[in-house]
């Protein structure tokens, strides 16, 4: 067999090794690739001896004592998918480039395409591009004119920063000192902020002004600050020279005018930013690895019936990653071959008959940036120490850990090696996690590192990626068609036509006047839709978990034989839900079942006595299979119902899966509470959630963009004819999908615009009238009676030492202003008293997070309110499925450059309608959203809801004037700045003259 041939199987079979590289020994490795790899591939291939041979020979591996060690070159193997790939493997057809990254069928995502611009737009984009990327060209001075400026002008750029709101004048100097005489045809403010005004002798095309050599002349631009913030502009200044024929030309300059509020200059950038450096791992030929000491977990191995397999990602689809799923020159002949198939099935519509093939390799995309991602926090040189508790630890401090920076917990491990070593083979050491301490970190290592360990050696630190999520998603797709979960995943009718509803007595009484929650009751407990799943689709507020616990109730009580899974993506979640079923059910009936790495702290202290807590044990354990058996309900998360298949508890002995949240969590992740434990022919699945709110988090765009982003509900809900609405009647099938229609929750006012824009329009009003009216004679209201305001604010959004985040200080300077004023107008004119836990403040951004927290410390208005550490601070995903009495907003994006980011990356709330919903859906009586209206009006959603806040005169802040894309175009058509035929792709930037 030729070499190649040998080697493309010795490092398939290393990767086939997956978690067992450790193993070293070669009797070892021979007896796992004769019984083991070369079964799964039907015992043909090359012999052991000519796989290892070859290996040698190469210099791939290297032999001694009887061990085989691999020439590992330690450098980033995985290649961060948001990247631009190296121009020099875009060598292939602009077809074949489209085509590679285009979303399968059956993804639903948005599909990228190119604008069509008339050739008026057009070359007001290209005018706009110049204005952008030829910016030093265009403020050079030229033509013999010198522009100078009070204040100084640097590199084109005025930058005046001012203490108080008033009225400021930047004066502009216009100099001919050039020889021949020079006309001054036009100048003009590009951005339409109303802040600005010129002040001097009108100076246009029709009445030029004739500079002679040596002559000056002197524009003044007025600038009246009625706001706090950062309110920036161009100027526009046109010449021509007298000289006949001559040409026209122009000099820009910008403006930036800035007044900041004490607090504001307080939480202003301390360090200037730089850019993330990804550390570069110095290349290592031979490396070994020493195992560290896992925690201890109680009762690991009862439920250990079923074993996971390792998953690992093929090298190839590695390499195809690299190169964005796209022909090049870098792909080795194996990646090459594996190309057009790779790519036909993510594009492919799934199916039963190709689910696991489809999932696997998408599954393995998430996992190469999940690597990519998490290896951005290594640390280099750095010292541990020995915990004084216990000797047998070592700490090390992990700073923004405690914020999952990086998301680490017990049981997940690191591998540490010495800075400085030039040993060969270097010892790389695994060191567990047995317990995170704030931004500490508590390690087991092996005895070994232990006797060589000082407190003053310099370590390397990689984080290694926990990979037992992904593998139960693997085996829950391969178990899934080993089950033949068609008729569940791929439903296509019920098994019986039409079933007689039963008459039910609820516990819960509220629920009797709502005719929604009661068809799905009624529905689920009959299994009208059985085998097909019943989705409970419910909007925000509309009682969908309290329509869950009564199902789940109603069907116990109705057959004493049932077995009930309860599960949902998240922790907080399922405890909410074990809570809500203890009233109906009693706790010793409904049993929760943690994972063994949960935090203690995180746990509800009423819930101790009944889940798998051991005090005898200090620890979580699971409990053998046949207790677990014994409960009617259990309560767990998606991925630790894994634990249950791995345990074997037979399948059919859930008679129900209830998924709550399902919206939240990716297919492969819902299935893996289904997938070998329900029986597709006799069980009922119910999924419940909201499609139209946030979806699974991804990190992958190869994987989002081909599928992997869309739920296992939402799929149904769009792909699925069973839950469609009916064109003629305007309903949805009762049997197999309910949608809740009564919010229970919001003021009206806020639910306007999403119910327009997500919900056809169906949601109707039943909060309680006087907690939603609560607000509504708030003398700080815009208008009396709407308890919205959008407050608009010109900030500027800013980043600061090595954080990516964005914060906008003069946003959260209103944020506190309306802090302060709600704190002082409590119990005025029957307003409420109020607490701290009522108030949420939600913001895209990590560091406007930060920010904020530290406003509420600091803000002298705040102080005394000792109580304001109980106000909720956090993104919107923190948010979901979660409500406040008193909700505000920071948007914080208030510039044009980062726009185009948040689409492609799916971040702030630009771009993404989900967030848009979730975040204006959290409110029960006032809501007040802060952000740039400029800036946001780009995109159709915020318009909508800006202009609606406008309308209603909820709307205050900046004076701001939506400029109409015709004025934008005129402005731009005029201007005398020649442009090349280069195209210009984002017919959208057409539209960014109209803001800073």
Not at 735 to 756: C, D, M, Q, W
Request: glycine share 6%; proline share 5%; charged share 25%.
């Amino acid at each position: 067999m030729p070499s190649s041939k040998a080697l493309e199987y010795g490092r398939d079979f290393f990767d086939f090794l997956g978690d067992r590289r450790s193993i070293t020994h070669e009797i070892e490795l021979k007896r796992i690739y004769d019984f083991e790899f070369m079964c799964r591939r039907g015992n043909e291939g090359p012999q052991f001896s000519t796989v290892i041979s070859a290996l040698l020979k190469a210099k791939k591996a290297y032999k001694t004592e009887g061990r085989i060690y691999l020439n590992d070159i330690k450098v980033q193997v995985n290649y961060d998918q948001w990247r631009r790939r190296p121009r020099a493997s875009q060598s292939h057809s602009s077809s074949t480039q489209s085509t590679a990254m285009m979303p399968a069928a059956s993804s639903n995502s948005p599909t990228l395409m190119a604008p069509v611009l008339t050739s008026e737009k057009k070359l007001a984009a290209e005018v706009l591009h110049k204005l952008k990327t030829e910016k030093k060209t265009l403020k050079a001075n030229k033509g013999g004119i010198e522009i100078t400026s009070d204040p100084e002008e640097k590199f084109g750029r005025v930058r005046l920063t001012v203490d108080g709101l008033g009225e400021y004048v930047i004066k502009f100097l216009i100099v001919n000192k050039g020889a021949d005489s020079v006309h001054f045809t036009l100048y003009t403010v590009l951005h339409q902020l109303r802040c600005f005004t010129l002040k001097g002798k009108s100076v246009t095309r029709a009445a030029p002004l004739l500079l002679c050599s040596g002559e000056s002349y002197e524009v003044e631009v007025w600038c009246k600050l009625k706001d706090y913030g950062y309110f920036p502009t161009t100027i526009y200044f046109e010449f021509c020279p007298s000289v006949a024929q001559s040409a026209h030309f122009c000099i820009v300059r910008e403006i930036a005018v800035g007044a900041r509020t004490s607090l504001a200059k307080e939480l202003g950038s301390v360090v200037p930013y730089k850019p993330h450096e990804v550390i570069k791992h110095k290349p290592v030929k031979k490396t070994l690895i020493e195992e560290g000491v896992p925690p201890e977990y109680s009762g690991v191995y009862c439920l250990m019936e079923m074993k996971l397999g390792s998953y690992r990602c093929p090298h190839y689809l590695k390499e195809l990653a690299k190169q964005r799923l796209e022909d090049s020159s870098y792909l080795s002949p194996t990646a090459k071959r594996n190309l057009q198939s790779v790519r036909s099935l993510l594009q492919s519509s799934l199916e039963m008959q190709n689910y696991s093939q489809r999932f696997h390799p998408l599954l393995h995309l998430e996992e190469l940036q999940m690597e990519v991602d998490i290896g951005k926090y290594d640390l280099h040189d750095q010292t541990m120490s020995l915990d004084p508790r216990n000797r047998d630890l070592v700490t090390l401090n992990v700073p923004g850990v405690a914020e999952k920076r990086p998301s680490v917990f017990r049981g997940s491990c690191v591998r540490v090696s010495k800075s400085q070593d030039t040993e060969q083979p270097v010892i790389a050491y695994t060191g567990y996690i047995h317990k995170v301490e704030l931004d500490t970190l508590k390690l087991g290592f092996s005895k070994r590192f232990l006797q060589i360990f000082r407190d003053d050696i310099k370590f390397d630190v990689e984080f290694v990626l926990h990979r037992l999520t992904l593998k139960l998603q693997h085996r829950a797709v391969d178990l899934a068609q080993k089950h033949g979960l068609g008729e569940v995943l791929f439903p296509s009718g019920p098994a019986v036509t039409r079933l007689a509803l039963p008459k039910l007595s609820l516990f819960n009484h509220q629920l009797e006047n709502n005719p929604e929650q009661c068809a799905a009751i009624q529905h689920i407990v009959a299994g009208s839709s059985k085998p097909a799943p019943h989705l409970v689709f419910g909007p925000p507020g509309t009682g969908k978990t309290m329509t869950l616990v009564e199902a789940i109730h109603q069907v116990s009580k109705a057959d004493s034989s049932v077995h009930i899974l309860a599960c949902t993506p998240q922790n907080a979640a399922c405890d909410e839900l074990w809570q809500r079923l203890i009233p109906p059910m009693g706790p010793h009936n409904v049993y929760r079942l943690c994972a063994l790495n949960r935090d203690l702290s995180s746990v509800p202290r009423q819930l101790l006595t009944y889940c798998n807590w051991d005090q005898s044990k200090d620890g979580f354990v699971f409990p053998k299979k046949e207790v677990l058996m014994k409960h009617k309900v259990i309560v767990t998360t998606m991925l630790t119902a894994g634990r249950l298949v791995s345990g074997g508890i037979p399948v059919g002995h859930f008679t129900h899966v209830f998924v709550d949240e399902g919206g939240q969590a990716v297919e492969p992740e819902c299935v893996i509470a289904v997938a070998g434990l329900l029986d597709p022919g006799k069980g009922q699945l119910v999924l419940a959630g909201d499609h139209k709110q946030l979806g699974p988090i991804i990190h992958s765009p190869l994987a989002l963009n081909n599928g992997l982003g869309l739920s296992l509900l939402e799929r149904l809900m769009k792909t699925n004819t069973l839950y469609e609405k009916n064109q003629d009647s305007g309903h949805f099938d009762s049997r197999f999908v309910t949608k809740l229609l009564r919010n229970y929750r919001s003021h009206g006012a806020f639910l306007k615009i999403p119910n327009e824009l997500f919900y056809d329009n169906e949601l109707q009003e039943f909060a309680d009238r006087e907690e939603c009216q609560a607000y509504c004679k708030w003398r700080h209201l815009p208008q009396e009676g709407f308890p919205l305001i959008f407050h608009g604010v010109m900030g500027k959004e800013e980043r600061e030492h090595r954080s990516p985040s964005w914060f906008n200080v003069t946003e959260i300077d209103v944020v506190v202003d309306y802090l302060i004023k709600l704190k002082k107008t409590q119990g005025e004119n029957g307003l409420p008293n109020l607490h701290a836990k009522d108030i949420g403040i939600v913001a895209p951004f990590r560091k406007q997070i930060e920010k904020i927290k530290k406003a509420l410390q600091s803000a002298p208005g705040l102080r005394k309110w000792t109580e304001v550490k109980e106000i909720k601070v956090g993104c919107v995903e923190e948010f979901q499925g979660q409500e406040r009495k008193i909700i505000i907003i920071s948007t914080v994006r208030s510039s044009d450059n980062y726009v185009k980011m948040d689409k492609d990356f799916n971040i702030g709330f630009l771009s993404n309608e989900k967030r848009f919903n979730v975040a204006v859906t959290r409110a029960r009586s006032l809501l007040i959203v802060v952000g740039n209206p400029v800036i946001l009006s780009k995109n159709p959603t915020w318009k909508t809801f800006i202009s609606y806040c406008v309308r209603q005169n909820g709307y205050r802040g900046i004076e701001f004037q939506d400029k109409g894309e015709d004025d934008v175009l005129h402005l731009l058509m005029v201007l005398k700045i020649r442009v090349d035929n280069n195209p210009v792709a984002d017919e959208k930037s057409v539209q960014q003259l109209c803001q800073p």
